[in-house]
Nanobody, 132 residues
Framework: QVQLVESGGGLVQSGGSLRLSCATS????????????MGWFRQVPGKEREIVTA????????YYADSVKGRFTISRDNAKNTVYLQMNSLEPDDTAIYYC?????????????????????WGQGTQVTVSS
């Protein structure tokens, strides 16, 4: 069983920064957890969960939503089984619950998946609130 635990959310003023962390544990019968691509999604009430950014298992491939390009950075430390999301120049529209996700699906290892159906493990989410 795989477990994902997000942390680092909170309240910040517009223009501020936050760093989210996603600590992972567990392994499947196929390979260590560090071989899986990871993603960050966000969701606000009444809207669908949307991709923020994703990273392949080795960090060679990344994807960023247009709305966060140049402001957010995803990274991973496989030795610590942790994925990070550095968020700079935060805006009120960034307010949401942020979810960490992992994909253990076959064939996805070397890509940065961008759709919710490409992920099969999810964290509980952490609230990020940006005040104007």
């Amino acid at each position: 069983q795989v477990q994902l635990v997000e942390s680092g959310g909170g309240l910040v003023q517009s223009g501020g920064s936050l760093r989210l962390s996603c600590a992972t544990s567990g392994r499947t019968f196929r390979s260590p957890f560090t071989h899986y691509p990871m993603g960050w999604f966000r969701q606000v009430p009444g809207k669908e969960r949307e991709i923020v950014t994703a990273i392949s298992w080795n960090g060679n491939n990344t994807y960023y939503a247009d709305s966060v390009k140049g402001r957010f950075t995803i990274s991973r430390d496989n030795a610590k089984n942790t994925v990070y999301l550095q968020m700079n120049s935060l805006e009120p529209d960034d307010t949401a619950i942020y979810y960490c996700a992992a994909s253990t699906l076959d064939g996805y290892e070397d890509i940065a998946p961008r759709y919710t159906y490409e992920y099969d493990y999810w964290g509980q989410g952490t609230q990020v609130t940006v005040s104007s």
